[in-house]
């Protein structure tokens, strides 16, 4: 499954929204999203990353963690509460740190949904290409990070 998330992919997230503790309040205090967002991984509702630059992305979503090599990976951990995991950009996070009544999954992250049982996930995120290739416009129908 490839889902094009759309908006400032400067941060991209994988999220289990049933825990995810979305507001922080003044977020953009210096560190103090990164801060959150670290804290959040460390309970497993979160794995974010930076793209490099800021935007549009093609996610291909895989099951089982693939051996593909890109410009770089990490592995993670994720637990889905719900049966539902969401891919979310930099503006849904941001959002929702800043505004105490903003619901994730919002209007646009709902349309990202990855359906899985409930469980423990580890998640490799494979970047395909570096984040000052500008090339990935010529890449029309290619994912530029794998799940």
């Excluded at 400067?10 to 560190?31: F, K, M, Q, R």
């Excluded at 592995?75 to 800043?98: K, P, R």
Aim: charged share 25%; aromatic share 10%.
């Amino acid at each position: 499954m490839i889902i094009h998330v759309m908006g400032d992919g400067t941060v991209l997230s994988l999220i289990d929204c049933e825990n995810y503790a979305s507001y922080i309040g003044d977020w953009d205090e210096p560190g103090r999203l990164r801060a959150h967002l670290l804290a959040e991984a460390r309970q497993q509702h979160i794995v974010a990353w930076g793209s490099g630059f800021e935007a549009d992305w093609r996610v291909e979503v895989r099951h089982g963690i693939t051996e593909q090599e890109g410009y770089r990976d990490f592995l993670a951990v994720i637990a889905c509460s719900s049966g539902v995991l969401h891919l979310a950009n930099y503006d849904s996070l941001t959002m929702a740190a800043q505004f105490d009544d903003y619901e994730m999954p919002d209007e646009e992250t709902a349309d990202y949904a990855i359906e899985v049982p409930k469980g423990l996930y580890k998640v490799r995120v494979v970047q395909l290409l570096t984040p000052d290739e500008r090339s990935w416009d010529a890449h029309e129908d290619e994912p530029h990070f794998l799940l």
